[in-house]
């Protein structure tokens, strides 16, 4: 009888307690990130683009010599071997970061190594093929292809679009166990931005710019290539100039968009306004 009475408070009386213990030991939702959208200019050329790379964790409590997958791991990922241990020693920890973003080569190296408790899985990494141009104008966006300067920044609402997620569960070992009918969203990808630059145009204007200041020994210079008649801005260009794709290399006055954000005395260019 009193097992039974038992039985009838955990399972009908006061079940709700119990039903979100469970859930939260056995499912998860996983976070489905959209791929951001890309940059274009008014021909249609990619001046900034998403690539899908991998990345690597482990789940320390899974790992049963972090000494041994350390030695394996390390060479790969570029790093000492006794942090990487560190990491795999955390017993209390579920997910630590090993490396964020490697080349698929190395990410089959990885996986070919079938080392307990480490896991890969794909990221989006934000690419800018032309190098250089344009830095100014299209900023860059972070780690997790977040905007922070430039267009990325401005636009980000735009380029990022939406995430989605998915239910996954796990059985009594913490390994993920697939199920058909298990709830999902999709992500949303982020929208192209059209912009009214000319990519030709920009490298020629930023050559332009760049002999200048070489020949007159300045310290830095702009360019604002314009189109009288409709005012879209064609090229824009600044030196110094910096790589969005190695922007952390690069100092922060650099990166500044003097045509944009700097105050100048227009002088005798303004004499055409009084004479008129």
Sequence with gaps: V???ARLLWLQVIHP?????????QHIQILELQPVRGAILDRNLKPLAVSLRL????ADPRHV???AAA???LAPLLGRPVEKVRLQLSQK???FVW????ISNGTAGQIRALRVPGVHLMMESQRFYPNGRLAGHVLGFAGMDTQGLEGLELACDRILKGEPGWRWL??????????????PAVKPRDGLEVVLNLDRTLQFFAEKALEDGIRQYRAKGGSVVMMDPATGEILALANQPAYDPNLFWKSAPEDRRNRAVTDTFEPGSVFKIVTAA
């Excluded at 569960?169 to 298990?182: E, N, Y």
């Design 98 to 101: 090993l490396s964020r973003k």
């Design 54 to 57: 991998t990345s690597v964790f």
């Design 70 to 72: 350390a030695r394996k």
């Design 92 to 94: 209390k920890r579920g």
């Design 2 to 4: 009193a097992l039974w």
């Design 64 to 66: 049963k010599d972090p």
């Design 16 to 24: 709700n307690h119990w039903v979100s213990l469970a859930r939260r």
């Design 169 to 182: 569960s796990r059985d009594a070992r913490r390994r993920f166990v697939g199920t058909w009918d298990a």
